[in-house]
């Protein structure tokens, strides 16, 4: 290697994301260093802004409440991510229609501006699944393909996301008949495992059914070092609070989301 | 939520109006205005053909307040 090519690879290797790259090349690969054919990497998904005029998509960039407002749970929810060492974090709510996903994906498009933080969005509400439609992400198969047995590699579905260098999203793009029997195969138990197992840097959202209509959650709830719980100003029943509490049992509650307030923050700095 | 998990309220997030939302609001108004005027003209027609012709009600009121 003559310098102008050193040059070259030192540039190359202090370029940002370079880490990032390296560790989804590692997963597409595999860890054993059996490379998979070239059509088993999915290509880049675009999320495109002018798509997404009638979604309250909130993007990084952004400026005003709502974008302060995820800003603060990105940077309280790190806080205590890196205070309890906690990876794979469940959004939840009580019932549909609180705002879950809609979190879970504004959070998302936060945590992956932060410098040295790679997150992975998982789309695990496999009764209603709704984060590519929320992103309108343009995308041929997903977690049910791998639940039906069409696919057998996961990162098939693991989409990186074109000018989000450290976001990665698995979605669902449709439901998967008996959920709860589906997630509690050993194969869906394994891959959750090595979901978390794969990258130990990585974040780990996954977006979880509603608490009280669905058993899904007890299903996974081993694998979760945390949960975020989504409640909706007028909507969201305090009755539904405290049996959603009763239902989390162990699992480490991280903090609460207000959404749809009229309450907020509304000076400016 | 803070007395029933004990956990800190991590964000308050407001209402995000969209685009969508905005059309939305627009057309409500139109569909109200439209109402609102089509009750009106339904209404006068109403009393002209039921209760009293509108120019006898007309030259009633002048009468009555003296013009």
């Known amino acids: 290697m003559d310098r102008t090519q050193h040059v070259q690879e030192v540039t190359r290797l202090q370029r940002p994301g370079h880490a990032v790259r390296e560790a989804h090349e590692h997963l597409v690969n595999g860890s054993n ?8 990497r999915p290509a880049s998904v675009r999320i495109d802004r002018s798509l997404l005029k009638d979604r309250p998509i909130v993007l990084p960039d952004e400026t005003g409440p709502a974008a302060h407002a995820y800003r603060m749970l990105r940077t309280q929810l790190l806080q ?66 791998w639940f039906a047995g069409r696919i057998n590699n996961l990162e098939q579905v693991t989409y990186p996301v074109d000018g ?3 976001l990665f999203i698995l979605p669902a793009l449709a439901g998967v008949p008996g959920s709860s029997e589906a997630l509690a195969s050993m ?32 299903t996974i709830a081993a694998h979760l070092d945390g949960v975020v719980i989504v409640a909706r100003e007028g909507r969201t029943k305090r009755e539904d609070l ?5 239902i989390l049992g162990s699992v480490r509650v991280l903090g609460t989301v207000l959404n749809h307030s009229t309450q907020f923050e509304r000076r400016a700095y | 939520m803070l007395d029933v998990f004990s956990v800190p309220m991590l964000a308050i997030v407001p209402r995000i109006i969209t ?7 627009r057309r409500r108004v139109a569909y109200t205005v439209v109402t609102v005027v089509v009750l009106g003209i339904v209404s006068i027609a109403a009393i002209h053909l039921f209760y009293r012709p509108l120019d006898v009600l007309w030259f009633a009121a002048m ?3 003296g013009i």
């Open chain 1, 33 to 40: 260093g059996e490379h998979r054919r070239d059509h088993d």
């Open chain 1, 164 to 166: 989000f260098e450290r």
């Open chain 1, 242 to 246: 405290t049996r959603i509490s009763e």
């Open chain 2, 63 to 65: 009468r009555h307040l």
């Open chain 2, 19 to 25: 685009a969508a939302d905005i059309a939305l609001r």
């Open chain 1, 80 to 145: 205590r991510l890196r205070q309890h060492r906690s990876r794979a974090i469940g959004i939840v709510s009580a019932a549909d229609r609180e705002g879950k996903t809609l979190t879970a994906v504004n959070l998302a498009l936060s945590l992956a501006v932060e410098p040295n933080q790679t997150v992975l969005l998982v789309d695990l509400d496999l009764h209603r699944p709704s984060v590519a439609s929320t992103l309108k992400l343009r995308v041929e198969q997903g977690l049910e393909s």
């Open chain 1, 187 to 218: 194969r869906a138990q394994n891959m959750l495992g090595e979901l978390k197992a794969s990258e130990p840097e990585r974040l780990i959202l996954l977006d979880l059914p509603p608490l009280l209509l669905t058993d899904d959650f007890l």
